[in-house]
């Protein structure tokens, strides 16, 4: 009997162990022409931010996401999807998408915009951390790479006006 509730209490502890996201690495780079500064930082897997955006953004800013994954026994990461996207238009027409709720979820913690034209000024981001309700069950544990270009213009083009980049990467372990 006493087994039984030694295995059952093993059971029930690793049910007990959420998913997490263990955030590694952030990196950015900006066009000093429109930021003044861009710090992005984490500290024990929660983001904050510190940004002065000297002009506007105005509608036409895309934004260029590639997530990519890395398994335990990998050595290189795979892209496993990329968008390209005007954020301006996708903010207007989005409803209940999954993007909207990432959105939602950073607005909480910061005075980020969520329509268009983004004014200069001071942003800032506080304390968030992945809401592991927003990451998708069917994502595999391993390490992930989230780069993400924000621009004017065609991607990969000489018309193409950098603005932002960033690189995440982190850990994800789902029970």
Known sequence: MLKIARILMVILVSQAVSSSVTVTRV???KNAKVFATLNVTSVNSTIYAD???LQALKAGFR???DVQLRLSNAKRF??????????????????????????????????FMENCPVPAGHYYLKGWHVDMG??????????????????????????????????FEATMHNK
């Open 51 to 53: 940004i002065e955006l």
């Open 63 to 65: 934004g260029h996401v």
């Open 134 to 167: 927003l990451v998708p069950s069917y994502l595999l544990s391993g390490d992930y790479l989230l780069s993400a270009l924000v621009y004017y213009g065609k991607y990969r083009t000489k018309k193409q006006m950098f603005l932002v980049r960033c690189i």
């Open 27 to 29: 990196q950015c780079e």
């Open 78 to 111: 795979q892209s496993l999807v990329q968008t390209d996207t005007d954020y301006c238009e996708l903010l207007s027409t989005l409803k209940d998408s999954l993007f909207r709720r990432w959105i939602k979820s950073v607005s909480k913690n910061s005075n």
